[in-house]
């Protein structure tokens, strides 16, 4: 606005002398009022293009940000009603950070430290034991003399030259680089996407700028690199970045060892972190003043830990706590088992679930249908989504359209009434920015969501059946993965990973045994996945071929014997089978053709 009336201005004041030149006595005006606005406007286009400058400027300056997390904690919107699986998350956690003061110093010291000729490290440790929050608390701990912060997903393209204007240090963490739950289980693809340009990019900026540190964090350090070396190589990666990586230093995390003191000072203190957080919350408010069992969580019947031992990790000492501070009940004198714990906090989720899609309608907003006949739609329709991974509004519309609750509706009626439903999942479980969590519905801690999903798929099978049907090939690797993880976690998920294999096996097989190569504990799904290869479901997949002896040899060099050897053994022995009945089918045609041969000779000599 201001460019263009200084543009006016600027034109006015030439205009006017022009007149005045050319037509003295028409305008006997005097010559300071065309040399006024001439020099009003110059001033002002000059003024305009150094406001647009700076402006320019500190755009690009924040332009990281669209790039890089912001680690600083964020408080809750006070009329909020947040997932109470916020509270576990690293960014939002009340609870105080203790216990890896010497980790942290390690990881500053390397960050800060200009003679170290390591600019990449691997933060290596299982689920729970605190690698993200222990990132997150080095990027705090840097301050505002440094650039650091999460990689958001798809932020790689300009990140260094974002991180070249704002002239500082930077660290980037690439928090689960190496297994994710909302994309593909297999790690190749993974890497190929994400980590390869991102150390190709970081290979290729120049000398002079600001020195770049790249944490990764990983559940197996020695597997990621393998991984990425060999895509690198493929990918035709240059030396120096081929040698940063194989010479990246590991920082490995182990739980911390508590014994009884430790562990009741740690509950305690995580406890009244949740309390006073639940209480500055509208979600503190509870209908009843007491938070019952799940549907799925009694003892009987909900899917139990394999571990012996309880409170293994921070993630869950916090986790009891969160139950503790919820149900408002003494501190048990014994730990709560992880079933128990897990059906408390899902019961306060389903309440918000349920909460949230009734008070969805308002003003031009209609309400969403069929909740008043079907009031656990909400948490189906959760499940459905986390179970495929839809992103996109119309392919998760397709999805829900499986779900009996669907069925009858004319198809206008049925398309629109789907894609209110995926709406309004999408907008509570999107995250903070599509950029951050791509619109992906994200339910809590893996292992607690593993546990709601093996809990809902045992107590309703055919759930799993409607919606297998029609998926793409990513898609059913993406359901394939998840399946292996919760069986990874729960044995009682592998009855629904051997279903799923075994509804079809050519396609189903593939998928799970590239998921299970994933995995630290492989041998807890090999006997599933190799059951459901070995017998598959009658009449499965019909219109299908039966694999071949190619497709068999195909599958079986995907199960790698060290990884599956059951699996693998099965589908040597099927290629076996499928390539001698090949072989005997192509005798039995060449005798035959032998034959026919000599009988047209016979009858035409």
């Known amino acids: ?237 240059t030396p120096d970045v081929l040698r940063l990586l194989a010479d990246a230093p590991v920082l490995q995390l182990a739980p911390p060892e508590f014994d009884r003191t430790d562990l009741a000072e740690r509950h305690a203190e995580a406890m009244a972190a949740f309390t006073a957080a639940l209480a500055d919350t509208a979600s503190s408010r509870r209908a009843d003043g007491t938070e019952g069992p799940h549907a799925g969580a009694s003892r009987s019947g909900a899917p139990v830990r394999p571990e012996p031992t309880s409170l293994r990790t921070p993630l869950d000492v916090h986790a009891q706590a969160l139950a503790t501070a919820l149900t408002g009940e003494p501190a048990p004198a014994l730990s709560r088992r992880f079933e128990d714990t897990a059906g408390v906090l899902f019961e306060r989720e389903r309440r918000r679930w349920l909460r949230s899609a009734a008070s969805s309608s308002g003003p031009g907003i209609p309400a969403l249908p069929q909740l008043s006949d079907h009031p656990d739609l909400p948490e189906r329709v959760m499940l459905a989504l986390l179970l495929t991974g839809h992103r996109e509004y119309i392919a998760a519309s397709h999805v829900l359209e499986r779900l009996p609750e669907f069925a009858g509706p004319e198809e206008e009626r049925r398309r629109s009434a789907a894609h209110a439903w995926v709406t309004w999942a999408l907008a509570l479980h999107g995250g903070t920015r599509p950029a951050a969590r791509m619109a992906e519905p994200w339910i809590g801690p893996e292992t607690f969501t593993h546990w709601y999903l093996t809990t809902r798929l045992r107590a309703e099978p055919e759930l799993l059946d409607r919606l297998r049907a029609g998926l793409d090939a990513h898609r059913s690797e993406h359901l394939a993965g998840v399946l292996c993880r919760a069986c990874e976690d729960f044995p009682e998920a592998g009855e629904i990973l051997r279903r799923y294999v075994a509804s079809d096996p050519s396609a189903h097989g593939y998928d799970a045994v590239r998921g299970a190569r994933v995995l630290a504990c492989p041998e807890r799904v090999d006997p599933w996945i190799a059951e459901g290869l070995r017998d598959p479901e009658p009449g499965s997949r019909p219109g299908r071929r039966a694999p071949d002896s190619q497709d068999l040899y195909n599958l079986a060099c995907q199960a790698l014997p060290e990884v599956v050897p059951l699996s693998h053994g099965v589908l040597i022995r099927a290629y076996q089978r499928t390539r001698r009945a090949e072989e005997k089918r192509a005798r039995q045609r060449k005798r035959e053709l032998r034959r026919g041969e000599r009988g047209a000779r016979t009858r035409h000599p």
Not at 55 to 79: S, T
Not at 105 to 127: K, N, Q, S
Not at 129 to 155: C, H, I, K, P, Q
Request: proline share 6%.
């Open 1 to 237: 606005m201001l460019r263009w009336a200084a543009t006016a201005c600027f034109v006015l004041g030439w205009l006017g002398l022009c007149a005045r030149m050319a037509w003295p006595r028409a305008w006997d005006g005097p010559w300071w009022q065309a040399a006024a606005l001439i020099g009003a406007g110059t001033a002002a286009l000059t003024g305009a293009e150094g406001t647009e400058r700076r402006i320019r400027r500190l755009k690009r300056l924040d332009a990281y940000r669209e790039l890089l997390e912001d680690p600083a904690p964020r408080p809750a919107e006070p009329d909020a009603d947040p997932s109470v699986f916020r509270l576990l998350s690293p960014l939002h956690s009340p609870v105080p950070f203790r216990d890896r003061d010497d980790e942290l110093a390690r990881l500053r010291h390397w960050c800060e430290d200009e003679t170290d000729p390591h600019p990449i490290m691997l933060l290596a440790g299982d689920r729970g034991v605190g690698t993200s929050r222990l990132a997150l608390e080095l990027a705090r701990a840097l301050g505002d003399a440094w650039t650091a912060g999460r990689l958001l997903r798809g932020g790689s393209g300009q990140l260094f030259r974002t991180l070249r204007d704002r002239g500082r240090p930077a660290l980037v963490v690439v928090d689960e680089a190496d297994q994710r739950s909302d994309v593909d289980s297999d790690l190749h693809s993974l890497v190929r996407a994400d980590v390869v340009p991102l150390l190709q990019e970081f290979g290729a900026r120049g000398h002079g700028t600001p020195s770049v540190r790249l944490l990764f964090v990983v559940r197996h350090a020695e597997r990621f690199r393998a991984v990425v070396g060999e895509e690198l190589k493929y990918s035709r990666g």
